[in-house]
């Protein structure tokens, strides 16, 4: 009897597989155990192992297509057997027959007048490439229409919510159609490009997609020789400078972009790109030798201005385009400012013993501590003596993590990503500083794994490093809690009944009050302040 095998959910927060390769065609015997698939979850891309034996009679959703958990996957079963019946039976079934076009979730059925994908053609749509991510927005293409592509070339350069990844092809063929220019986002699952045989027809093919393709990107009218001379023109434009000889180098802005960051003169850089085009590996690889000095920016010329009596000047403003990674935070921190009711509480920490001990832990040798990183054990710490805390709202029920996972705010050109330390109470002083200095330092070079910033269930903003004595923070959801670190100052404090110099740091906790009450927050906080004002505690 056939088996149905249904889209598996591979991990606890997957909600959409999308089949990266399949292993076995229809027709193929299968046994026990045999690689059907890889699929690419929100985590990672993991192979899929069959449960059933027999002979592979369907495929339900085709390489590089994505579908919900549960959807139909594949059918096996006897080799001849029929299974118009599983077929008719399922909901997805139409979206999925092999020979013909696949079909929006919106529509369940083909219409009439659409037109088959020819043989080969591959339908490439926006990838899933972070478990929060919505949409995505095309930094950089590496392959330009008609172009030869192999399985595992890098197609474009993605930026998501939370970095800008290379984007790999699954498929072989030449490039026929690009689906969302440079700069330009687009919504996960929208026609990103048209991968098939040299020759083959577009337009049809966009056609089919219009009419029953999953696509959710309606295609593009077709460019008049005018437009497409201007399109290419201004094209040019963004990815090309002029050196001084008059010649053009063609770069893409993501490798111009890194390049301004670094000084790096682009003449001096071998591009490894399709044609030369200086990528962003290149930029990244590049080692300035004696005769080829890294470029300095100029001094600002010396002008003489006449004086004036009236102001002149011209008014000017300069509108922007937001980065996928700012409009992300954006509409995070406003759900949870407005989801979550927010309140705070503050208090002040005697840092007196804490810069003493970590005087003395500095002076070991081969050690580093920071007092972040004593606020990140400290808070570790705490949690531990009140899970309360550390819990996340989940409507109907209360989540309480046994497991400390600790987010650190860190500021990045485009925003602000949240990388998490993993089991942040099982580690010492020295190996919680060495880890944030690994994912800070990842994180703002745009090298750190969208896992590596998944999964907290506290997190810690500190901004004393910028002189800021208070401040409040919206709480990183799901978590019920943020703590808001402010700057260590010496000032006049009462000791022992006389007047001394101190050194205090005031630190505020945001709640959500739906799981943390005021006397648990305060609670907390006592536990903190017990932690910070007697370090030696923390080394028990």
Request: contains cysteine; glycine residues 8%.
């Amino acid at each position: 009897m056939a088996e149905v095998i249904n889209m598996p959910r591979l991990s606890d927060t997957m909600e959409e597989g999308t089949v990266a390769k399949w292993l076995k065609n229809v027709g193929d015997k299968v046994e026990e155990g045999d690689i059907l698939a890889e699929i690419e979850t929100d985590k990672a891309t993991m192979e899929f192992e069959s449960f059933h034996e027999g002979t592979l009679l369907h495929i339900g959703i085709e390489e590089g297509d994505g579908a919900p958990v549960d959807s139909l996957l594949a059918i096996i079963g006897e080799e001849g057997e029929d299974i118009s019946a599983l077929l008719s039976g399922n909901s997805n079934a139409s979206a999925h027959q092999e020979d013909a076009p696949s079909v929006s979730e919106e529509s369940s059925e083909v219409p009439a007048e659409s037109v088959e994908v020819p043989e080969g053609v591959e339908i490439v749509t926006m990838p899933r490439l972070s478990d929060t991510m919505e949409e995505g927005t095309v930094a950089s293409w590496l392959k330009s229409v008609g172009d030869d592509v192999e399985e595992g070339d890098i197609l474009a350069e993605i930026e998501t919510d939370k970095a800008t990844m290379e984007f790999e092809s699954f498929y072989s063929g030449t490039l026929l159609h690009i689906g969302i220019q440079e700069g330009e986002g687009a919504p996960v699952d929208s026609l990103l490009a048209i991968i098939g045989p040299k020759g083959t027809d577009v337009d049809a093919v966009l056609k089919s997609q219009a009419s029953g393709g999953s696509s959710k990107n309606p295609p593009k009218k077709e460019e008049s020789k005018e437009d497409a001379s201007k399109a290419e023109e201004s094209s040019n434009k963004t990815e090309t400078t002029t050196v001084q000889n008059g010649q053009r180098i063609f770069a893409s802005p993501l490798a111009k972009k890194i390049a301004e960051e670094k000084g790096v003169d682009l003449a001096q850089v071998k591009g490894t790109g399709d044609g030369g085009r200086i990528v962003k590996k290149d930029i990244e690889n590049f080692k300035p030798s004696q005769s080829a000095p890294v470029a300095e920016k100029s001094a600002e010329p010396t002008t003489t201005v006449a004086p004036v009596s009236i102001p002149v000047g011209e008014e000017s403003i300069e509108e922007v385009k937001n980065s996928t990674m700012r409009k992300v935070i954006a509409k995070r921190l406003g759900e949870s400012k407005f989801s979550a009711p927010h309140y705070y509480l503050t208090i002040e920490v005697d840092m007196d013993n804490a810069k003493a001990s970590r005087s003395q832990i500095n002076g070991l040798p081969d050690t580093k501590v920071s007092f972040n990183d004593m606020v990140l054990k400290a808070c570790a710490m705490a949690l531990k003596k009140h899970p309360q805390v550390n819990t996340s709202w989940n409507g109907d029920t209360t989540v309480y993590k046994h497991h400390v996972h600790m987010g650190v705010a860190v500021a990045v050109d485009e925003g602000l990503v949240v990388p998490v330390i993993k089991f942040a109470d099982q580690l010492s002083l020295t190996q919680l500083g060495s880890a944030v200095k690994d994912l800070a330092g990842r994180a703002r070079s745009k090298k750190i794994k969208p896992d590596e910033m998944e999964g907290s269930t506290f997190t810690v903003s500190n901004l004393g490093m910028f002189g800021i004595l208070e401040f409040t923070s919206i709480i990183n959801q799901p978590n019920s809690a943020i703590l808001s670190v402010g700057a260590i100052v010496d000032k006049p404090v009462v000791k022992n009944g006389e007047i001394v110099v101190g050194s205090t740091m005031k630190i505020t906790l945001a709640c959500d009050h739906r799981t943390v009450d005021g006397a648990t927050g305060a609670q907390f906080l006592q536990t903190l302040r017990a932690y910070l004002e007697n370090p030696v505690t923390m080394l028990a």
